[in-house]
């Protein structure tokens, strides 16, 4: 296993419209979670999935935002008609039950 | 929620010397994560440590969960130690997210 694998790495996009992003966890872990990090600040979460249920979504996840786990193994996130003020850097991650999570390279969104 | 406080925010060194770095957090936890963020933005995991002390290599760690608090110790620092450091916990409630402070910028000189 090679790791939390994102897709694509970066996302240029103009506002208005809309992006998916792609995340492939390590392959034994059931839990999975996105997270967005502006410039200069920790990681902040978004929502998380335990096998393909959503169980948690953070106040920062619009209703522009939406995420999906089918099947409980890869995940997509979607931002629909994007704003400059989601320009950040989207990171996913994954952990079995109560261990360590790993992130993924990350998706480096920017909307002009 | 739970409020993650890291210190010093930045931290200059000449190679050779050895640093340490704090995170404090003011609720109980279940974990604690030490990550290094390198230039591209991806997240090395350093340390899985909700509780008591680890070493790896020049990296070592500890946790004193009954005070709150984490200290990450760098030894030897090289130029290749430069980077974002973060510390995440996640709560012992419902909740099963980390959450970050706002890291600490080291710059290691030659």
């Known amino acids: 296993d090679t790791g939390v694998s994102q897709d694509p790495r970066h996302k240029i996009t103009k506002r208005g419209q809309n992006v998916t992003f792609r995340c492939d966890p390590i392959s034994e872990h059931n839990r999975l979670y996105w997270y967005r990090q502006t410039l200069g600040q920790g990681p902040e979460f978004l929502t998380y999935?335990?096998?393909?249920?959503?169980?948690?979504k953070s106040r920062l996840l619009s209703d522009r935002f939406s995420a999906e786990r089918p099947k409980g193994s890869f995940s997509t996130l979607e931002i629909q008609r994007t704003e400059q003020g989601d320009s950040a850097m989207y990171l996913c991650a994954s952990s079995a039950q109560n261990t360590e999570a790993f992130f993924g390279q990350g998706t480096r969104l920017t909307v002009v | 929620g739970i409020q993650v406080e890291q210190s010093p925010p930045d931290l200059i060194l000449q190679e050779g010397a050895n640093s340490t770095l704090r995170c404090n957090f003011s609720d109980s936890v279940n974990n604690l994560q030490w990550f290094h963020q390198n230039p591209w933005g991806q997240l090395i995991n350093l340390f899985y440590i909700p509780s008591g002390t680890k070493q790896n290599g020049r990296l070592s760690a500890t946790t004193v969960a009954t005070e709150r608090y984490s200290l990450l110790y760098i030894s030897s620092s090289q130029t290749t130690d430069s980077g974002v450091y973060f510390c995440?916990?996640?709560?012992?409630?419902?909740?099963?997210?980390?959450?970050f402070g706002s890291g600490t910028q080291l710059t290691v000189l030659p």
């Open positions: 995440a916990v996640g709560g012992t409630g419902s909740a099963r997210q980390l959450t």
């Open positions: 999935f335990q096998n393909e249920a959503q169980l948690e």
